[in-house]
C-alpha cells in the first residue's frame, strides 16, 4: 500500500487531472447544495432564473419600441444581448472573493484555489447556457417572434468565444480580488458602465464612424456581433474580429492563471 | 523533525508554545513562512477539527464530499459514521446546529472513513464521554496500529502509553528525545519554573 497514491492526490499527470475532475465534481455538487438547497424545484433555478430575467428584459426592449429603428428580430436581439451579459456578470460576480466562504475547504490538501474557480466558472456556463438555448427553442416553438438561427455553428463558436472570454476575466478579477478589496468594490459599478458598452444594446453598423472605431476596441463587442451575426446575419453587417476576441481570451486566460497562482503562494493563510 | 510510516510521534509542551500550529502546517492547512514540509506519505486533517467542513452542509451532506474529494465511495462508509459518531438524525441536519462535541465527532468518524498514511491527533480526549473515549481508542491504536501518529497531548499518560518517540516544543523550537520519560520529565521540569 505505501506504493499506491495517497487518498485524494495522483502521482502522474493523468492521475491529477483525475483528482482535480473529482474534486470539481465535488465542489459542483456543494455549490449546487448550497445554492438551491434540495427542495422544490431545487437546482432547475440554475437555468430557470436568467430564463425569467432574460424574457422580462426582452420584453422591457420591445416595449420600449426598438424594433422601430430597423428590421432586425427584436426578441432575437435582446435574448442573445441579455444572455451574453448574464454570462460575463453572473460568473465575474460569483468568482470575486470566491475563496473566503470556501477557505475551510482549502485546508484539503487535493482542493485546489483554481478547482473552486473552475466550480463556480462551469455552474455559471451550464445555468446560463441552459438559460439560451431553452429560451430560444421556447420562442421559436410557441411564438413567431423569432426565427432559427441562420448559422448555428457560428452561434456556439461565439457562444463559446462568450465563455472563454468570461472564464479568462473572471480568474483575473477573481484573483485579484485576493489581493486587493478594490476589486470588489470598483468591478460592479463598472458592470453597470459595461452594459451599454458591451454591444449587448447596439449594433455597431448603426453607431457614428468615431464611436464605431472606439467600441470595437471592446472584445465583448466582438463576441456580440459574431453571436447575432450566426442567429440573423442577413439582416444587418455585422463588425467583428474573431482573432481580436481570441487575444483577448488567451490574454485574460493567461494573466487569470499566473495570478491565482502567485497568490496562492504568497497569500494562503 | 521526521515522521516514518508507522511511527507513532507525540508533541509536547506548554500552552501556546506553538503545537496546534505545527499540527495545521503538517495537515496543509496553513502554509509555513519559511521552512518546507516534505511528504512521502498521505496525511490526515486533526482529526477531531470540523473546520474543513460546510456549516450549511448535513452531516451526511459533508461526508459525501469529503470522501469525493478523497476519492472513497461515500456509499461504504455511511454506516460506520452513523453508528461511530453516535450522531442518529442529527446527520440529516446542518452542521451549523450541531454542539461542538457533536462536529468533533463527526469529524472523527468521517478521518476515520479516509485511508491516511498518517493520522494527526491533537488533543482528542476532550472529545466525547468515556464510552466514545474507548471506540476512539479501538479505531486508533488498535484497528490502526500500523499508520504513523503524530499525537499533541498535555496528558502525559496517554502520550507515554502511545508515542515511541517525543518531540519537547518551546518557544517555537522542538526538541527530540528518543526517550519518551525523559521528555516528561524535562517538560514537568519547564512547567514547575
Given amino acids: ?42 437546482f432547475l433555478w440554475l437555468f430557470a432564473e436568467p430564463m425569467m430575467v ?19 428580430p427584436i426578441v ?40 473552486i474557480y473552475l466550480a463556480r466558472m462551469m455552474l455559471e456556463v451550464v445555468g446560463t447556457t441552459t438559460s439560451f438555448a431553452l429560451l430560444c427553442i421556447l420562442f421559436l416553438i410557441f411564438s413567431n417572434q423569432i426565427l432559427p438561427p441562420e448559422n448555428i455553428l457560428e452561434v456556439a463558436l461565439a457562444w463559446g468565444l462568450f465563455a472563454w472570454f468570461s472564464m479568462g476575466l473572471s480568474i483575473t478579477l477573481g484573483a485579484l480580488s485576493e489581493l486587493t478589496s478594490l476589486v470588489s468594490k470598483f468591478w460592479p459599478p463598472l458592470i453597470y458602465i459595461f ?61 487569470g492563471l499566473g495570478l491565482s497562482h502567485l497568490t496562492v503562494e504568497h497569500r494562503l493563510s | 523533525m521526521t515522521v516514518s510510516l508507522g511511527e507513532k510521534v507525540g508533541i509536547i509542551g506548554r500552552n501556546g508554545a506553538g503545537k496546534s500550529t505545527l499540527i495545521r502546517l503538517i495537515g496543509g492547512g496553513e502554509k509555513p513562512t519559511t521552512g518546507a514540509i516534505t511528504r512521502t506519505m498521505s496525511i490526515s486533517w486533526p482529526i477531531a477539527f470540523s473546520g474543513g467542513f460546510q456549516a450549511s452542509l448535513t452531516g451526511r451532506d459533508n461526508l459525501r464530499f469529503i470522501c469525493r474529494i478523497y476519492g472513497q465511495n461515500p456509499s461504504d462508509k455511511l454506516s460506520f459514521v452513523k453508528d461511530f459518531s453516535e450522531l442518529g438524525d442529527f446527520l440529516d441536519q446542518p452542521i451549523k446546529i450541531y454542539s461542538s462535541g457533536m462536529k468533533a465527532r463527526l469529524a472523527f468518524a468521517i478521518s476515520m472513513a479516509i ?26 491504536f488498535v484497528k490502526r ?8 497531548s498535555h496528558n502525559m499518560k496517554y ?11 518551546n518557544d517555537g523550537r522542538l526538541q527530540h528525545f528518543e526517550d519518551v520519560n525523559e521528555a516528561i520529565a524535562v517538560h514537568k521540569t519547564m512547567m514547575a519554573s
Fill in chain 1, 1 to 42: 500500500m505505501a506504493d499506491a497514491a495517497p487518498p485524494g492526490l495522483g502521482r502522474t499527470l493523468v492521475e491529477q487531472l483525475m483528482v482535480q475532475r473529482r474534486v470539481i465534481g465535488a465542489l459542483l455538487m456543494r455549490e449546487m447544495l448550497t445554492r438551491y438547497g434540495r427542495r422544490n424545484i431545487g
Fill in chain 1, 54 to 72: 432574460t424574457v422580462i428584459i426582452a420584453a422591457l426592449w420591445t416595449a420600449r419600441g426598438l424594433h422601430q429603428y430597423s428590421d432586425i
Fill in chain 1, 76 to 115: 432575437a436581439f435582446a435574448i442573445t444581448g441579455y444572455s451574453g451579459i448574464q454570462l460575463w456578470r453572473n460568473m465575474s460576480r460569483r468568482c470575486i472573493d470566491a475563496i473566503e466562504p470556501n477557505r475551510a475547504l482549502l485546508r484539503h490538501r487535493p482542493v485546489k484555489m483554481l478547482d
Fill in chain 1, 195 to 255: 452594459y451599454p458598452l458591451s454591444g449587448a444594446m447596439f449594433l455597431v453598423e448603426a453607431l457614428p464612424h468615431g464611436l464605431k472605431e472606439f467600441v470595437l476596441y471592446i472584445p465583448l463587442v466582438h463576441a456580440n456581433e459574431m453571436l447575432r451575426d450566426g442567429f440573423f446575419g442577413s439582416h444587418f453587417i455585422a463588425h467583428y474580429d474573431a482573432f481580436y476576441l481570441v487575444n483577448w481570451c488567451l490574454g485574460l486566460s493567461i494573466i
Fill in chain 2, 115 to 140: 485511508d491516511f498514511d498518517c493520522l494527526l491527533i491533537d488533543e482528542i480526549m476532550a472529545v466525547g464521554d468515556a464510552k466514545f473515549n474507548a471506540k476512539s481508542r479501538e479505531e486508533l
Fill in chain 2, 145 to 152: 496500529a500500523h499508520k504513523a501518529m503524530i499525537i499533541v
Fill in chain 2, 159 to 169: 502520550i507515554q502509553q502511545n508515542c515511541s518517540r517525543v518531540y519537547l516544543m
